[in-house]
């Protein structure tokens, strides 16, 4: 399952609020100042090989906590299988770049974290190196296992006519493109969007794994991508992304600030839902402007990244894999203490594109809540590649 994330206008994430009759206020953040990218000419390009990469500073000056690296060193342990055996969508790493430090990692002893990734790793800057991040955490809604009064939402599994297409295997210039639709006679269709599906255009298509209480809590968890179900009897169902309709998401917040529908202050998720809730009929036709339509599944374990592993709040990443390599460490040097730390790229999102855009994962509960979804940090990223990896790449060097 991949964490599904999704665009508000200026860049900032939505975000669904608790779970509960009340707002989850926004953290106040902490200020803190960013190191300065190094200016670099750059050329826009899909990929971060195409974008260009130049070195960054010493690892060993940089700030890094030695706390965060020991937690960023254990989820770096576990993402090493799939960082040696991907390929690399971003054209600067080989699945053999990654051995000295992954072989290393398990026997490094507590408290020697930092000195490892000083040790096995250099900071490159991809692009201008300007970072934009924002926050998503696990959510928790009202559902129940089955249909009854207050619970009448449909939460769907994948439908069995959504047909998975990859474009790469009809030419060599569609190489990691996919689309999804549903084969109508001899046509290959768009899928069903999200007002079709709310209508139950689905009905006899799709299982229904679980009822939500209310359609804005199950819209922005479907923004999130995975989350909780409190069900009737106090026990918690967890379910995860399973699939997605295939149409382009449309950031409802966006919508919102161009239509003059948002207050001062109030384009943030908490702002966002308390519009929808005191506004249910436009509220009910703005979310339908987002022809985005997720599929969930139930799950057993904790929540899990795209890369099959689970996710770690305040280490766990999403970012674009043709930028970071999936698995790699990020360095985030921020305009917000909180966001400014060493982070593990887990997993990617639909929104999270482009080079330096990241998307922090804080668990769940109240306080990933609160500070989740108020996440807007702007600062500085610096990759960690595997030592060497400038030199064989040729790229030019700061200074």
């Not at 229904?208 to 968890?221: G, M």
Request: a positive charge; proline letters at 7%; glycine letters at 14%.
């Amino acid at each position: 399952m991949a964490l599904f994330l999704a665009a508000c206008g200026g860049g900032q994430i939505e975000r669904p609020r608790a779970i509960g009759n009340g707002q989850t206020p926004v953290r106040r953040p902490v200020p803190a100042t960013p190191i300065a990218p190094t200016q670099a000419v750059t050329a826009p390009g899909p990929s971060a090989s195409s974008a260009g990469v130049i070195a960054g500073p010493p690892l060993y000056s940089l700030p890094i906590d030695d706390a965060q690296a020991e937690r960023a060193l254990v989820a770096f342990r576990a993402t090493c299988p799939s960082l040696q055996r991907r390929t690399d969508a971003t054209g600067l790493t080989q699945g053999a770049d990654w051995q000295p430090a992954c072989a290393a990692a398990p026997s490094v002893r507590s408290g020697g974290a930092r000195a490892f990734f000083a040790q096995y790793f250099e900071a490159v800057q991809v692009g201008d190196g300007k970072a934009f991040a924002t926050g998503y955490y696990e959510p928790e809604i009202r559902g129940s296992r089955d249909r009854r009064r207050g619970y009448e939402v449909p939460i769907y599994a994948r439908p069995s006519d959504l047909v998975d297409v990859d474009l790469g295997l009809f030419s060599d210039t569609l190489k990691g493109k996919k689309i999804r639709g549903r084969v109508a006679g001899k046509s290959f269709v768009p899928y069903d969007d999200r007002t079709a599906i709310e209508q139950g255009s689905l009905d006899g298509r799709a299982p229904i794994i679980a009822w939500a209480a209310d359609p804005i809590e199950l819209f922005f968890l479907q923004v999130q991508g995975s989350g909780r179900l409190r069900l009737p009897d106090g026990s918690v169902m967890r379910i995860g992304y399973e699939s997605q309709n295939g149409r382009d998401y449309t950031g409802i917040g966006a919508l919102m600030k161009q239509r003059g529908l948002l207050a001062p202050g109030q384009s943030s998720m908490q702002g966002i839902v308390g519009w929808l809730h005191d506004h249910p009929e436009e509220g009910r036709a703005i979310m339908r402007e987002n022809k985005s339509y997720v599929f969930f599944r139930e799950q057993t374990g904790p929540a899990l990244g795209a890369l099959g592993i689970a996710v770690t709040g305040g280490v766990s990443a999403a970012a674009d894999p043709h930028f970071v390599p999936l698995g790699a460490p990020v360095l985030l040097s921020m305009d917000r203490a909180d966001a400014s730390r060493l982070w593990i790229a887990q997993d990617t999102g639909g929104a999270i594109k482009g080079a330096n855009r990241i998307d922090t994962f804080w668990g769940a509960g109240a306080d990933a809540a609160a500070t989740a979804g108020g996440m807007a940090a702007r600062g500085t990223a610096f990759l960690l590649l595997p030592v060497g990896t400038l030199q064989r790449l040729g790229a030019a060097t700061a200074g």
